[in-house]
């Protein structure tokens, strides 16, 4: 299988790209830089390529281009500069007749025809300095805009691709469909480049010691704000209410609002000589690159995390989604994580004049020149890939992972028959497949891996031997097994307890099956859950109730209702609180000590998911509300800490078993996997998938993570990041 850094595109160009531009949907982006000289003259070359294939679509020359940018829709390209080529003046001089010289002369005569007669290049005439914007697929220009002075240094298009904003000399915001001046700011002379709101109706700019909030659909500056040096970077935080400011020395954070400085951070020990000053996405974090060191500061408190060295004229770009750096030079590039400073990627290369990361940060740009004097623009994957897969003819439905020197992975797919495959999680190599009448609709291992379960639509509970496929025996229920999980026990003989549409719950001996003890429900079983400690057993019925079982007798202990449907329910990995959610949006936090509700998530839909931490210290819960709620539940009483939204629905919640990592599944705009920091609620990784995300799973010992998906394949993946 593929790994990161692996090269997707390859595109051989006649000049060494110095910028990289990537459209929002990632199908195009646009490079350019120094293509041939023309006395006085450098001009250069812009460049339209696929990232599929590196494809030129097309090219064109321009001089002296200060920006370049592509609307969020990807069809057009913006740009400042001197738009088209080059022209040469030209003057002719007569050829003289040789024939009417003197014979003496005519030598010399020959020698004027030879080297100096006709059209030679006295001069050349720079294109006009323009804003220009294109169309992405044809290079048909859009409109143009003179720009004699080169007011405008920076292009900046809005979120909602109507407006551009041009800067430099002074602030111009323009419509993008036809070039008119919306409005405009003489006074305002920024040095950077502005940023806009996600919704596009405001517009911070900052000038040498100066930052400017716009309210863009007034047309009106809301307010300016003085800072005490020169400004090196800005960026709005993620939910934009306010605005990280920093100067060489200090990080200023200044409320959006009004544009009041709330909080002041000294830099721990700022880099001398600094080149280069960047923001991570949110202002979380700021690096600068000297000449030999890039540093980065956490502007939490402005400490200063760690340092990498580099050579030469170094370029680095935060990645816009993961929490990662990338640093090119002219020895090679090497991918950093900006929360630890450990190496993810590298490479040796060509020299390298420009990178890029593209909008999702799945993709890597790298533009350089290589040692015959051509250029070059390589396109390699930086999302975390698989480590294998196994094929199914249709949708995978379910998924297990073990824990060993050799993992295994059980998954479940219904087309053209039901079958559980086992396979080597590390390799993807099949171990054996099981046939099975009707469709399986729950599959785990046993905790120690020598054994796994399946429950049936037929109503069988089927238990299988993972070294030799042997069934060890088969128990009939009256109606389809909606869940299984094993109980553990110290001994290791871990025995099986059952949810069924029968109103049974039952708890199986592992040897032969053996049944224990039956308990009968008012209707359907839906979900069964196990504590980690082997003391308790809760189920989900249709009655809209959650029961705790004695694993013991099977004796009811404790009943807790819901107005909906029970989704989900989760013990923590001590045992001592389990969580309980339904239709009616609300997720319980029950103590299993006392029995009794210590705590309530509410969320304003249907309650998806809820998952434990490893440390048991958080509870994670996601609804159809587009919201993850993360709690406290060490505290007493439990404390909700934070919210994480979405901008679609979290259809499943995993913790990783050991790490600070939670793994959520949604499927808009496209089936995903993310995994996220919930400590800080940075994103650590993006598992895109080409259709719906059925099921997934952490292996026990954290090493790796699986997904079911309707495309047919069972995939494994690196359960760190």
């Keep these: 299988m593929s790994e990161i850094g692996e090269l997707l595109a390859n595109a051989k160009l006649d000049f060494a ?27 250069q070359k812009l460049s339209v390529l696929n990232t599929d294939s590196g494809e030129i679509r097309w090219s064109a020359e321009a001089l002296d281009t200060t920006s370049v940018v592509i609307s969020s829709d990807g069809q057009f390209v913006a740009g400042a500069g ?6 040469p003046i030209e003057e ?14 005519r030598e010399e005569c020959e020698r004027f025809n ?58 111009r915001i323009l419509d993008a469909v036809d070039g008119s001046l919306k409005s405009g700011f003489p006074a305002v002379v920024p040095q950077l480049p502005p940023v806009y ?13 100066r930052v400017v909030l716009v309210d863009v659909t007034a047309g009106a500056i809301r307010w300016m704000t003085g800072m005490p040096a020169a400004i090196t970077a800005f960026a709005f935080t993620a939910d934009e209410t306010a ?145 294998s897969s196994l094929t199914f003819e249709g949708p995978v439905k379910k998924i297990a992972l073990t824990s060993a020197a050799a993992p295994l992975a059980v998954a479940a797919g219904h087309e053209p028959e039901a079958k559980a495959s086992l396979f080597r999680a590390d390799t993807g190599e099949p171990v054996l497949e099981k046939k099975l009448p009707g469709e399986i609709n729950t599959l785990e291992f046993s905790p120690d891996g020598h054994h796994f379960a399946t429950g049936n639509t037929d109503g069988g509970v089927r238990l299988f031997r993972t070294d030799t496929g042997e069934r060890r025996w088969i ?13 553990p026990s110290s001994g290791g003989n871990d025995d099986l307890v059952t949810a069924c549409r029968d109103k049974t719950t039952r708890r199986l001996a592992r040897e032969e099956g053996d049944e224990v003890w039956r308990f009968h429900h008012p209707q359907p079983v839906t979900r069964v859950a196990t504590s980690a400690d082997g003391r308790f057993v809760a189920t989900a019925c249709a009655d809209r109730s959650t029961r705790i079982l004695a694993p013991d007798t099977g004796a009811e202990l404790a009943v807790f209702s819901h107005d909906g449907k029970l989704r989900a329910i989760a013990f923590n990995p001590q045992g001592s609180v389990l969580a309980t959610g339904g239709d009616d949006g609300a997720v319980l936090i029950i103590s299993t000590a006392t029995r009794k509700e210590i705590g309530r998530s509410q969320h304003t839909r249907d309650v998806t998911a809820v998952a434990f931490s490893g440390d048991g210290k958080l509870l994670a819960t996601a609804g159809k509300d587009e919201a993850v709620h993360l709690w406290d539940v060490a505290a007493a009483p439990p404390k909700k800490v934070r919210t994480l939204t979405f901008p679609q629905t979290v259809t499943r919640l995993r913790f990783h078993p050991s790490d600070p990592q939670l793994a959520l599944v949604n499927d808009e705009p496209g089936p995903t996997v993310v995994i996220v920091d919930p400590t800080t609620d940075t994103e650590l990784a993006r598992l895109a998938h080409p259709a719906t995300v059925n099921d997934l799973a952490f292996s026990p010992d954290g090493k790796l993570l699986a997904t079911a998906c309707a495309d047919g394949l069972a995939r494994i993946y690196p359960g760190r990041r």
Excluded: Y
Aim: with cysteine; charged share 20%.
């Design 17 to 43: 790209p110095s910028e990289i531009a990537w459209g929002d949907d990632g199908l195009r982006l646009v490079a350019f830089g120094l293509h041939r000289t023309h006395a006085p003259f450098k001009t």
């Design 82 to 87: 001197g738009d088209g080529a080059v022209v």
């Design 92 to 105: 002719f001089v007569p050829f003289l007749d040789c024939n009417e010289v003197p014979r003496d002369e």
């Design 114 to 171: 030879q080297e100096e007669a006709g059209v030679h290049i006295v001069g050349w005439t720079p294109p006009p300095r323009r804003i220009w914007v294109r169309a992405m697929d044809s290079a048909i220009v859009r409109w143009r805009l003179d720009d004699p002075d080169g007011d405008v240094r920076h292009l900046v298009h809005s979120p909602d691709g109507r407006l551009l904003a041009g800067s430099g000399k002074s602030l």
């Design 197 to 209: 709101t996600r919704d596009s109706q405001r517009l911070a700019v900052a000038d040498a010691t």
């Design 243 to 387: 605005l990280v400011v920093t100067t060489e020395r200090e990080a200023f954070t200044l409320r959006a609002a009004d544009g009041d400085i709330r909080e002041t951070v000294a830099l721990e020990d700022p880099l001398p000589g600094t080149v280069v000053t960047a923001l991570s996405s949110g202002g979380r974090r700021l690096l600068r690159v000297g000449s030999q060191t890039m540093v980065l500061w956490d502007l939490s408190d402005g400490g200063r995390r760690f340092s990498v060295p580099v050579s030469g004229a170094a370029r680095v770009r935060f990645n816009p989604v993961l929490p990662e750096i990338a640093i090119a030079s002219a020895d090679g590039v090497k991918v950093v994580n900006s929360l630890l400073g450990t190496t993810v990627w590298e490479t040796a290369t060509d020299p390298l004049t420009g990178l890029a990361f593209s909008r999702d940060g799945q993709r890597l740009a790298l533009g350089g020149q290589g040692r015959q004097g051509s250029g070059f623009l390589r396109i390699h994957s930086m999302a975390p890939t698989s480590v």
């Design 475 to 487: 128990v009939a229920h009256t109606a389809p097994v909606e869940a299984v999980a094993f109980l």
